[in-house]
């Protein structure tokens, strides 16, 4: 079992006359990306919050947003100083392209610092709440990730599938290339010898030798290799981040089906590791959004 990247989660607690709404958002990265905004009564317990998002979703850009509103309590007062500043600066602009000046000064006391925070510190049962809402919000983006690493590991698993078939197609081929080759250097050859009898043990010795630089049994045996412990990787239902180890795997499946391409030396053959690869990279871009 996988996990997808890309998630989303929103729960909303209340306290009292407080209200808290969480709201989580996923997507591709390389590593844990976090972001947050936060009300300043919670800055406090920014690192807390973090390691808190940190130990459940693992790898991905996360960006968490809280928004606090407490109906019974006046806790903001009024930067005069500020939003006279402010005041001064825009009401030209207001006045030159006529805008309300109630509607300005609606806008203004959104600016940073106009509006001040009389809460210095968070209680402990606000905190609770804050951590339990928290929890809701991320145990939403698991189920989420959970869903769509599930269509993820089965589109993986479909195009391991195929890779399997041109795979049984490129073992087919790859016996019959010999005799070609055969007929092929015989006839050369002898057009630079000028059709004269040729030496047939010296030659069976360096036709063994060319031949054996064009065996892809390795290759294949390898490459079947990984494919069963990338879907074992797939299949296996341990939680934990999975996503680095499917991208090796497929790194590796690469270099076995690019060492057949340059070893086919057959056109048909050739067209089987096209399609293998047109799969692999589809695997690629999947693991890239893998935990």
Known sequence: MIYSMTGYGRAIGTINTLSLQIEIRCVNGKSLEYNNRLPAIYNEKEQDIRKRVADKLERGSVQLTIQRTDAAANNFTVNTQILENYLQSLQPLADKYKQDSAALLAQLVRLPEVLQNNVQTIAEEEWNCLQQTLDQALEQVIRFRVQEGAALQKDMERNLNQIAVYLVEVEK???????????????????????????????????????????VNEEIIRLKNHCSYLLEQLQDAKPGSKGKTLNFIAQEMGREINTIGSKANDAGMQQWVVKMKDELEKIKEQTMNVV
């Open 173 to 215: 081929l790859a016996p019959q290339r010999y005799e070609k080759i055969k007929a092929n250097l015989i006839k050369k050859a002898n057009e630079l010898l000028d059709n004269k009898e040729l030496d047939a043990n010296r030659f069976e010795q360096e036709l063994i030798y060319y031949i054996e630089k064009l065996d």
